[in-house]
C-alpha cells in the first residue's frame, strides 16, 4: 500500500462567521456551541483520533481565540493540534486552503461544526479512499434537502458532477456532502483554480468540480449513521436530543 494510512493529518475548518447561531456566535465561536458534555469539534477530533490521525490542523479566523484556549495543544485528546488563520472569510475552500503550508500528504476534512455518530465512520472514509487508490472521496449521504449541501451526480462509484446547494428541480440526486472528505495534496491546486460560487465564496464543491473537470479519480462513499451540521439553534437542539437519547450514560 503505497499511501500510509497512520500519516495521514486531518484538517477541520472553523473559522466561519455562524450567522445561524446568533447572537451566540458574537461571543463563542459556533464550534465550541456543546452536544452533550463536549463541543460539537471535540467529536470531530475524537473521531479523528479513532481513525489514527494524530497530527490535526484547526483553520480559526483572526478572532477565534476560544478555540484554542478549549482545545488547547490536544494533548488531552492524544493528538497533537496546530491552529492555522483563514484572514478573510472567503469560503470553505479558501479555509482549506490556509492549511496548505502545514499539510505533507494525503489529509482528512471534516467540518469543525458537523456531528457524525458512529465516530467509526471516519475510519471506513479513508480506508475506502486508500484502497481504491482515489485522489478525492466525498462523504455523501441521502439528505432531506438538496438546497443546503453539495449535490453529487453518480456514476459507478465514481462522481460525475457536483452541485453546490441545487434547487430542488436542479438537482442531480438526493445525495449530499456531508461534510467530510479524504483528499490528495493536488486538491490545494484545484482549489486555486476554483472561482468564487454560491455567496460569492470559495466553495469546496466547485472545487471538487474542478478536479473532476481534470479527470481526477474523485470518488464518493456514503456514510451510514447519524449526521448533524449544526448550524441552526434547531440542528443544535436536535443533536442534543440525540445525544441524551443515545449517550447521556453520564
Ligand atoms: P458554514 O457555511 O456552515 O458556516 O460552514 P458559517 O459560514 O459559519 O455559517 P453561517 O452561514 O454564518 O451561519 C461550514 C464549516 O466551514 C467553516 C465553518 O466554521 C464551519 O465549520 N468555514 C466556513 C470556514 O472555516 N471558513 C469559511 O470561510 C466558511
Not at 44 to 67: F, Q, W, Y
Not at 129 to 156: F, K, Q, S
Amino acid at each position: 500500500m503505497g499511501r500510509d494510512l497512520l500519516k495521514m493529518q486531518g484538517l477541520i475548518p472553523a473559522a466561519g462567521g455562524g450567522t445561524r447561531l446568533g447572537p451566540f456566535t458574537n461571543a463563542i465561536p459556533k464550534e465550541l456551541l456543546p452536544v452533550g458534555n463536549k463541543a460539537v469539534i471535540e467529536h470531530v477530533v475524537e473521531a479523528m483520533r479513532l481513525a489514527d490521525i494524530t497530527e490535526i490542523v484547526i483553520v480559526v479566523s483572526p478572532h477565534k481565540h476560544g478555540l484554542s484556549d478549549y482545545l488547547g495543544s490536544g494533548r488531552r485528546f492524544g493528538v497533537n493540534l496546530t491552529y492555522v488563520v483563514q484572514d478573510e472569510r472567503k469560503g470553505l475552500a479558501d479555509a482549506v486552503l490556509s492549511g496548505e503550508h502545514v499539510i505533507n500528504g494525503s489529509f482528512v476534512v471534516v467540518l469543525g461544526d458537523n456531528f457524525f455518530r458512529p465516530k467509526e465512520f471516519l475510519k471506513d472514509l479513508i480506508l475506502y479512499h486508500v484502497n481504491e487508490r482515489a485522489d478525492a472521496t466525498i462523504g455523501v449521504a441521502e439528505v432531506e434537502d438538496v438546497t443546503r449541501h453539495g449535490i453529487i451526480m453518480p456514476e459507478d462509484n465514481g462522481i460525475a458532477d457536483i452541485i453546490e446547494k441545487p434547487s430542488v428541480e436542479e438537482a442531480p440526486s438526493t445525495l449530499g456532502a456531508i461534510g467530510a472528505y479524504v483528499f490528495e495534496k493536488f486538491i490545494f491546486d484545484a482549489i486555486r483554480e476554483t472561482k468564487p460560487g454560491h455567496k460569492g465564496e470559495y466553495q469546496l464543491t466547485d472545487s471538487v468540480k474542478v478536479a473532476i473537470d481534470q479527470e481526477r479519480r474523485v470518488l464518493y462513499k456514503k456514510i451510514d449513521g447519524i449526521h448533524i451540521d449544526v448550524g441552526t439553534p434547531a440542528d443544535l437542539m436536535r443533536a442534543n436530543k440525540w445525544y441524551i437519547n443515545n449517550e447521556n450514560s453520564r
